[in-house]
């Protein structure tokens, strides 16, 4: 409710404003042509104009602010919940270990769930890292060739291990393709967390195909998951910074906000682009990168 006030009050001053100028602008006009001044009804009107155009201009800025304010306050809230959960999660353990006499077997499922939760975290610290220094991921990592089968496959299996999965019954791979030359850490970033989101936001269970295609100047690779899609009018905001859908406090899905945007400026880094489409044979989105034959960072 603040966020909806704190934009309310801004939008219906602009609005009030942008009315009163247009009937300025009328009332000039046709006070203009009644006294034949027609140097001065084009100024006039060239001044109102400017005026209406400066407002309008002020009301998109105004709401893509907000928009990115309410992002930020998202982005926080994840952040402090991703954070404050595996803490409390480790905390538990430790005392329980402590004050408790456990059983040997009991003892390693719990050093193997701390683990868990420790990973947890040092994901989510190398993702905030990463959007930290993506200006500069790549700059010293020249071109390599890179065989995408076992590529994709060594990045599928750390994504599965991460949210406890078999990569054979999670990931389906069609890659005539054999090989693109890019840097290894660029590669590794995009499609990691391209997978983790199919991982993610997939159904249940998830399922995710790779694919890929050529033609003489570009690469093509597909990352389809089985979920619910995603909207046509969130497909572009999908890849901002922060964005994500629905509110911290009702979604149900772990994250930050960050993956789509490291995978989408590190694509963009690279010359090729990203983009999100539906399955037209089944529920789902299709992730698809292009990508130069050749890239360099």
Known sequence: MRQKRSLVIPVTVTV???SITIALMVLWIIFAANSASWTGLTLGTLAFAIVLCGLSYYLIITVKERQFLRRQMNFVDSVTHELKSPIASLRLYLETMQVRDISEEKRTEFI???DGELKRLDSLIS??????????IGDDSPSEAVELQHFFERCAAKVCVRHKREMDDVFEFELPTAGIKAPRIMLEMIFRNLFDNAVKYGG???KVQVKSSENDKHISIDVIDNGEGIPVNLRKRVFSLFFRAGNELTRTQKGTGLGLYIAGTLVKKLGGNLNVHDRADASGSIFRVELPRAVTA
Do not use: G
């Not at 993702?127 to 500069?136: G, K, N």
């Open 112 to 114: 193997q769930t701390m």
């Open 204 to 206: 249940s269970p998830p």
């Open 127 to 136: 993702q905030l890292l990463e959007v930290a220094r993506l200006d500069a």
């Open 16 to 18: 009030i404003l942008m």
